[in-house]
């Protein structure tokens, strides 16, 4: 039975830049549907189902994070940003209205894919997930790091690794969003609580802690990535 | 713990020690040594101490000490640095003063200056020598004076009582009392009297002079006991207020203030000095007042300024003082006592001079309206020494106009004669006509007319002549002064007396209309440069109004010295719209920046300088001193007139508004400015950004998108497609190099400061540059411990990346890289080093200009913007960048980050085990 191509809305108003995402996008199996404004990009949103969203955040006819608070009020689907803009502001602002990942222009195509990859392969986890529920499976692992998360323990390299109960609730919080930029905001906001949101080092030190007991070289992290001035991002294999 | 048990200090007082401690903490400390009279060892005494301190290597240096020619004295003057003094020629004789500028330049940290009373020569800065000490003290020099008792101004008179000597060299008690020590120096009279015999004191005939006058065995002794006293007072005075600090069973303060008032007779100064001396004892506040009734408003100036003369001195003795427009005298005292909260009230005794059994004296008005207050008279016993000193502080003023008005004065009786003369030729026809009694309304008439006309003297002649001539031409028998008729002696002293009383009320009501006129006049010069000064918007303008508005109403020159930038004085000369003479204006630029820099006003009619011809009034604006105003009046005697001085510093304070506000006004304009210039930069960087971006984005995708069609290129289609990737990225790293300058550049990068580890940002600058630096090693040595430090993680990142790139571009492969950190002093160092070729011999500060290369016209591209970059951003950060040799081969480029105290990181409840 041949599943239907899972479907990606594409909202950019460079004609080039459409040409070249399309074209590796439908590469990898994907339905396009273009657009170059945001009103329009709401509305195939709506009527279209879509799978994913590439949203640029520089366009004509509006700001996207106003598309992407609209947006977040009915629909759950997966939205990369792409930001021609170097001020960090904007990224954060867009990953807290709830876009799950972000791309600086310019972007290759092969960081694009990846990128694509991830955020399609959480959503279907998490969709999976909820089908088979959180069973002895419920391990992760990255690195030589394994974890279980039904037990509640950390080992890494065969070896037990003591967590204090903050450490383990942020690493729980990685993994839950494993390969997506959760931003410094949205971590305080998970594991401290609202009243901690501006009290951005917490996040710094511990997650300083993390890398110390799991990276093999803290200055060289490999798994718990700094996005510099947003936020985090667990990736589980290599990049 | 409440304030039940009443001990508690009240915080206003406190806060006021605060304040004060605060104060005294920059001010130098002044100590004094006090003496009785001259010759107990005052200045032997300090510099004995003096010699103390030296030699303990503390920098002391003599100001000024008067020997007297006593060899022990001089001596001890031996090792110690002497300031050299001023010498001033005053009326052909050269006389030495202490230079006050020198010893400020020289800013020791002790200075002894001798004779506190010390009066300058006219021409030094100050008058007196304690304001000099007061200057010093400002500037945070020590001081050690002396003084002797009869010197001290409250003690004055009753020393002048005492000796009859009356010196006119006195120090305010305010200046004794803020001393910070008192040190007495006394020895019993007969031994003084003894050194004075041996020729300690005075030297020869001198000696001789002061021993029959002064130094009298019962001058010393009272003299003696009053310097004890005093230092006692002064004592008791310093244990409260350590009591106070301490809070140890304080003293509180009743509310005993007192309130004296100040009136027109010559013994007021006494009441003064009286209240002054009542006060210290209390130990409580006093007030000074002055009411002025329209009466009083009619004394001649030399006495209206004798009064505020006296109002001064209650202020100098530390009274607060006012003065009060009023015509009902008690009752305007009574009600500013009770609002003020007085209980007790110190006037003088009247003259004993009752013309009328019903009149009462003011002490007895006062004690009917305020049954409840005290009432303490004083005596008004005349010294006759006090007069002529009055005369000596207030050197008559030569003035060009009042030989003019009393020639006006003159002539005003010569018309009152000629109008009883035209009065009696007219009326002589008439005699034979009319009854006598007409002509005498005739007569009445006349003098009322003349009293409108010229005032109560040219009045009170026409009264007497019209009396004369009624008498000699109309009264039988006529043409002879003999008077048949008795009831004629009736007529006559009525006809004197209308003629007198309506002279007094006529010119009494002329006064007023004069008074209300001028005060009109002022209140209409006042609102017109308000009303001007309102529009003005331009510093241009405001001068030019208030030169104007100046010589209008003060008929002097005047000029208006704006600070600049730095705070100097520069003198603004008037535009050629003015159309106005300003040669006979010499302002002094460096009196004005006195004046300016304290706040005070200096020049003419002050006590700074007051032998010069202007007057400088500090512009001060509620912010700050915005300027000063010089005035140079034609007719001086107009700004000795209280009212007027008043009008004038109301003016200065208008302008001072008015400069602050067009100083407001500029500064709004140019944040306006700033901020518009600013939004289009931003605007125009983000459209740039977003211009070049986006083309490059084009052909980075689509570059890339060419090598994963299929069918697969070949490997020489491939490669084309790889360099233009790779030259579109380097591209945009050349692109955002430049745009981050430009935002740098223009000083407008808000940094996002954070506080963070240094390691996170060194392993997100590691991940971008891993590209760069392959097959390059890289060797990281952070020490575990670091702190946090405080910058912006992107601005840092970038200068990693640049450092990193930097190595890629000059070393060859296989180089290695070590990226390390260290703590050192207050900053944090981190360094990059390879062991590559190294920099270029001499180039390590050249490489971090703009455009710079390692080497010229080499193959490796970039076009040198990396480390300027890097340079801006470190130095934003306040850190520094440096580049040099390695040791052993390579380059080393080095940053600091300045250390802080980081927030505490939240503190995690002891960790329960969350392992298996």
């Known amino acids: 039975m041949a599943e239907p191509l899972?479907?990606?809305?594409?909202?950019?108003?460079?004609?080039?830049?459409?040409?070249?995402?399309?074209?590796?996008?439908?590469?990898?199996?994907?339905?396009?549907h273009e657009t170059d404004t945001l009103r329009q990009g709401l509305t195939d949103a709506a009527t279209r189902r879509p799978d994913l969203i590439i949203l640029d955040l520089g366009l004509p006819d509006g700001d996207g994070v106003d598309f992407l608070h609209d947006l977040r009020g009915w629909s759950k689907?997966?939205?990369?940003?792409?930001?021609?803009?170097?001020?960090?502001?904007?990224?954060?602002?867009?990953?807290?209205?709830?876009?799950?990942?972000?791309?600086?222009?310019?972007?290759?195509?092969?960081?694009?894919?990846?990128?694509?990859?991830?955020?399609?392969?959480?959503?279907?986890?998490?969709?999976?997930?909820?089908?088979?529920?959180?069973?002895?499976?419920?391990?992760?692992?990255?690195?030589?790091?394994?974890?279980?998360?039904?037990?509640?323990?950390?080992?890494?390299?065969?070896?037990?690794i003591h967590l204090t109960p903050i450490e383990y609730r942020l690493l729980s919080l990685l993994i839950a969003n494993a390969g997506k930029v959760l931003t410094h905001r949205q971590i305080l906001r998970e594991v401290w609580g609202p009243a901690h949101s501006e009290d951005g080092h917490y996040v710094r030190v511990y997650m300083g802690h993390l890398r110390q007991k799991l990276e093999n070289d803290p200055a060289q992290p490999r798994h718990i990535l700094t996005e510099t001035a947003v936020g985090y991002r667990l990736v589980q294999g290599e990049r | 713990?409440?304030?039940?048990?009443?001990?508690?200090?009240?915080?206003?007082?406190?806060?006021?020690?605060?304040?004060?401690?605060?104060?005294?903490?920059?001010?130098?400390?002044?100590?004094?040594?006090?003496?009785?009279?001259?010759?107990?060892?005052?200045?032997?005494?300090?510099?004995?101490?003096?010699?103390?301190?030296?030699?303990?290597?503390?920098?002391?240096?003599?100001?000024?000490?008067?020997?007297?020619?006593?060899?022990?004295?001089?001596?001890?003057?031996?090792?110690?640095?002497?300031?050299?003094?001023?010498?001033?020629?005053?009326?052909?004789?050269?006389?030495?003063?202490?230079?006050?500028?020198?010893?400020?330049?020289?800013?020791?940290?002790?200075?002894?200056?001798?004779?506190?009373?010390?009066?300058?020569?006219?021409?030094?800065?100050?008058?007196?020598?304690?304001?000099?000490?007061?200057?010093?003290?400002?500037?945070?020099?020590?001081?050690?004076?002396?003084?002797?008792?009869?010197?001290?101004?409250?003690?004055?008179?009753?020393?002048?009582?005492?000796?009859?000597?009356?010196?006119?060299?006195?120090?305010?008690?305010?200046?004794f009392d803020a001393a910070d020590e008192v040190v007495l120096v006394d020895i019993p009279a007969d031994e003084l009297l003894a050194r004075l015999k041996a020729g300690k004191v005075y030297m020869g005939p001198q000696a001789e002079h002061a021993a029959q006058h002064f130094f009298r065995r019962g001058n010393l002794m009272a003299l003696r006991e009053l310097a004890l006293r005093r230092t006692a007072d002064r004592v008791e005075g310093d244990v409260q207020a350590y009591r106070v600090d301490q809070s140890?069973?304080?003293?509180?303060?009743?509310?005993?203030?007192?309130?004296?008032?100040?009136?027109?007779?010559?013994?007021a100064e006494r009441v003064v000095?009286?209240?002054?001396?009542?006060?210290?004892?209390?130990?409580?506040?006093?007030?000074?007042?002055?009411?002025?009734?329209?009466?009083?408003?009619?004394?001649?100036?030399?006495?209206?300024?004798?009064?505020?003369?006296?109002?001064?001195?209650?202020?100098?003795?530390?009274?607060?003082?006012?003065?009060?427009?009023?015509?009902?005298?008690?009752e305007s005292i009574i009600t500013y006592a009770r609002k003020n909260n007085l209980s007790k009230l110190v006037i003088g005794r009247d003259p004993i001079r009752r013309l009328w059994p019903w009149q009462r004296s003011s002490g007895q008005k006062l004690a009917m309206l305020a049954p409840d207050i005290d009432l303490i008279e004083i005596g008004r016993a005349e010294t006759p020494t006090k007069d002529r000193r009055e005369s000596a502080k207030l050197p008559s003023l030569p003035d060009a106009e009042s030989s003019e008005r009393r020639k006006f004065k003159r002539l005003r009786y010569l018309w009152a004669a000629i109008a009883c003369v035209a009065v009696?030729?007219?009326?002589?026809?008439?005699?034979?006509?009319?009854?006598?009694?007409?002509?005498?309304?005739?007569?009445?008439?006349?003098?009322?007319?003349?009293?409108?006309?010229?005032?109560?003297?040219?009045a009170a002649l026409a009264a007497v002549l019209s009396v004369f001539a009624f008498d000699f031409f109309?009264?039988?028998?006529?043409?002879?002064?003999?008077?048949?008729?008795?009831?004629?002696?009736?007529?006559?002293?009525?006809?004197?007396?209308?003629?007198?009383?309506?002279?007094?009320?006529?010119?009494?009501?002329?006064?007023?209309?004069?008074?209300?006129?001028?005060?009109?006049?002022?209140?209409?010069?006042?609102?017109?440069?308000?009303?001007?000064?309102?529009?003005?918007?331009?510093?241009?303008?405001?001068?030019?109004?208030?030169?104007?508005?100046?010589?209008?109403?003060?008929?002097?020159?005047?000029?208006?010295?704006?600070?600049?930038?730095?705070?100097?004085?520069?003198?603004?000369?008037?535009?050629?719209?003015?159309?106005?003479?300003?040669?006979?204006?010499?302002?002094?630029?460096?009196?004005?920046?006195?004046?300016?820099?304290?706040?005070?006003?200096?020049?003419?009619?002050?006590?700074?300088?007051?032998?010069?011809?202007v007057l400088y009034i500090p512009l001060r604006a509620p912010t700050q001193a915005r300027g000063v105003l010089a005035v140079q009046a034609h007719n001086r005697r107009l700004l000795r007139i209280p009212e007027q001085r008043q009008l004038l510093d109301t003016f200065a304070a208008l302008i001072a508004i008015a400069l602050e506000r067009v100083h407001y006004v500029g500064v709004a304009q140019d944040a306006l400015l700033k901020m518009e210039s600013e939004r289009l930069r931003n605007s125009l960087l983000a459209a740039l950004s977003h211009d070049l971006r986006t083309p490059l984005t084009v052909l980075v995708g689509l570059a890339e998108s060419l090598t994963l069609t299929t069918p697969k290129l070949s490997i020489a289609q491939l490669e084309t497609a790889g360099a233009i990737q790779d030259e579109a990225r380097r591209m945009s790293t050349l692109v955002s190099n430049l745009l981050d300058m430009a935002r740098i550049e223009s000083g407008e990068v808000k940094l996002n400061l954070q506080w963070q580890p240094l390691e996170e940002v060194v392993g997100a600058a590691l991940e971008s540059a891993r590209g760069m630096l392959q097959r390059r090693q890289v060797e990281v040595r952070l020490p575990r411990d670091l702190p946090l430090v405080k910058f912006d993680a992107v601005l840092i990142e970038r200068v990693l990346v640049n450092l990193l790139e930097n190595v890629s571009k000059y070393t060859p492969l296989g180089s290695t890289v070590t990226l390390s950190a260290e703590v050192i002093g207050d900053y944090l160092s981190v360094s990059v080093a390879d062991n590559g070729p190294g920099l270029p011999v001499g180039q390590e500060e050249a490489v971090f200009q703009k455009f710079a290369r390692g080497e010229r016209e080499t193959a490796t591209p970039g076009v040198g913007l990396g480390l300027t970059i890097c340079r801006a951003i470190i130095?934003?950060?306040?850190?520094?960048?440096?580049?040099?040799?390695?040791?052993?081969g390579g380059a080393r480029f080095t940053f600091t980050l300045p250390l802080g105290t980081p927030p505490l990181p939240a503190i995690e409840p002891e960790a329960q085990v969350a392992d298996g």
């Not at chain 2, 508690?8 to 005294?24: G, H, I, Y």
């Open chain 2, 273 to 330: 000095r009286a209240a002054a001396r009542l006060a210290s004892q209390l130990n409580t506040d006093w007030h000074a007042i002055y009411v002025e009734t329209p009466d009083l408003q009619r004394l001649k100036p030399v006495k209206r300024e004798k009064i505020l003369a006296n109002l001064n001195l209650a202020q100098e003795l530390g009274a607060i003082t006012a003065v009060i427009a009023n015509a009902q005298i008690a």
């Open chain 2, 474 to 613: 109309f009264v039988p028998p006529r043409f002879s002064f003999a008077v048949s008729d008795v009831q004629y002696l009736l007529t006559f002293c009525i006809m004197l007396a209308v003629g007198l009383i309506t002279g007094q009320l006529t010119a009494g009501l002329r006064f007023q209309a004069r008074v209300a006129s001028h005060r009109e006049e002022r209140a209409g010069s006042l609102y017109e440069i308000a009303r001007d000064l309102s529009g003005a918007v331009q510093v241009e303008q405001v001068v030019k109004i208030s030169d104007e508005s100046i010589q209008r109403t003060f008929r002097a020159s005047a000029a208006l010295l704006l600070p600049d930038a730095g705070g100097r004085l520069i003198g603004t000369t008037p535009g050629p719209g003015a159309g106005r003479p300003n040669k006979d204006l010499a302002v002094e630029i460096g009196t004005a920046q006195w004046a300016f820099d304290k706040g005070q006003p200096a020049g003419f009619g002050t006590d700074t300088l007051p032998g010069s011809e």
């Open chain 2, 875 to 888: 130095e934003s950060h306040q850190g520094k960048i440096v580049a040099a040799q390695r040791s052993g």
């Open chain 1, 6 to 32: 899972p479907v990606a809305i594409l909202v950019e108003d460079e004609r080039q830049i459409r040409r070249f995402v399309r074209t590796a996008l439908e590469a990898e199996g994907w339905n396009v």
């Open chain 2, 248 to 267: 140890i069973e304080s003293v509180w303060k009743t509310a005993t203030a007192l309130l004296t008032c100040i009136g027109p007779d010559a013994g």
């Open chain 1, 77 to 160: 689907v997966p939205v990369i940003v792409l930001s021609a803009r170097v001020d960090e502001r904007d990224k954060i602002d867009a990953l807290d209205a709830g876009a799950d990942d972000y791309l600086t222009k310019p972007f290759g195509v092969g960081e694009l894919l990846a990128r694509v990859r991830a955020t399609s392969r959480r959503r279907t986890e998490a969709g999976a997930g909820t089908g088979t529920g959180a069973g002895a499976g419920a391990t992760f692992a990255f690195g030589d790091v394994k974890i279980d998360l039904s037990l509640r323990t950390v080992h890494k390299g065969g070896a037990a």
């Open chain 2, 1 to 175: 713990m409440l304030s039940t048990n009443g001990q508690r200090p009240d915080p206003d007082l406190l806060l006021a020690q605060v304040k004060q401690q605060e104060a005294k903490a920059r001010r130098g400390k002044l100590r004094i040594y006090f003496g009785s009279a001259a010759g107990v060892g005052k200045t032997y005494a300090m510099l004995v101490a003096a010699r103390k301190l030296a030699s303990e290597r503390h920098d002391v240096i003599v100001g000024v000490v008067e020997t007297h020619g006593r060899a022990e004295t001089a001596a001890l003057l031996d090792g110690l640095s002497v300031l050299s003094p001023k010498t001033v020629t005053y009326r052909d004789k050269t006389l030495t003063e202490f230079d006050l500028d020198a010893a400020l330049a020289r800013h020791p940290e002790l200075i002894l200056v001798d004779e506190l009373a010390h009066s300058n020569v006219a021409g030094m800065r100050h008058p007196k020598r304690w304001q000099d000490v007061d200057e010093l003290l400002q500037a945070g020099i020590d001081v050690f004076s002396t003084l002797n008792v009869q010197h001290l101004e409250s003690l004055n008179d009753v020393v002048g009582g005492i000796t009859n000597v009356r010196v006119w060299e006195t120090v305010p008690d305010t200046a």
């Open chain 2, 424 to 458: 009696t030729v007219l009326a002589l026809p008439l005699a034979t006509h009319f009854e006598n009694s007409n002509i005498v309304a005739i007569f009445i008439l006349t003098v009322v007319l003349v009293a409108v006309q010229f005032g109560r003297g040219p």
